[in-house]
């Protein structure tokens, strides 16, 4: 048997870690698509959320065991975003007594944000339904950081209950997309299963978190609370 020189395996190696670089590099440039399933990893009677795959078929976020009897008006029902290992990333909830339909954001488990000012804030995002001066096609707008007398800086345009929606920057650049799932580009699923595609160099958590919202402001209508 042949033996291997210490310097072509040292080459063989350079090269396999020079292909993986390059294979990383193309997935960075390429949109991260993820796949929303509209159901909770728990799978017990009464629990409600979302479980998220990547385009690898791994667990990428979850939200678990939420339910629609919270009360808006006592600024309860709040929703943890949490990554496959169940690690909270942000936490949602509704402004108390809040005349726009608004959530807020905060990082981690914040489980007081009841403060507007409170320092964890990550974001506020708003009915668009709500805004007078807003565009029809619009669903909802965003301010980073939660202040309410700036500019947003994103909007969400289209129908949300279509699953047809595009998320936009203020210079209207795109910044994903949300779409009915379809299997092998023919089989058009029911709309609990959706496609979320992140363009590189935003944040999947936060347009996510983004989707979580949606799917509370923007509501069937004449369906009741407690419905998806």
Known sequence: MSRIHPADQNRCHDMLLKEKAEEDAQVLLRPAVLTVWKRSSMTFQGTDGFTVF????????????????????????????????????????????????????????????????????????????????????????????????????FRIEGCFRRRNCKIKTRSGEMVAKIARKRVNNKILLGDDVFTLAVQPGFDTQLIMAFVIILDRICVKPFAPVLCS
């Open 54 to 153: 990547d385009h690898r078929g791994r667990l990428a976020f979850r939200v678990d065991n939420y339910s629609r009897k919270s009360s808006f008006i006592t600024g309860s029902g709040g929703l943890v975003l949490m990554d496959g290992a169940g690690n909270a990333l942000l936490t949602l909830k509704p402004q108390v007594l809040s005349m726009q339909y608004q959530w807020n954001a905060y990082r981690g488990e914040d489980k007081c944000g009841r403060n507007p000012n409170s320092k964890s804030k990550v974001f506020s995002m708003r009915s668009g339904s709500m805004l007078f001066h807003s565009s029809k096609d619009v669903e909802a707008i965003v301010m980073m950081g939660g202040q309410s007398d700036q500019t947003p800086d």
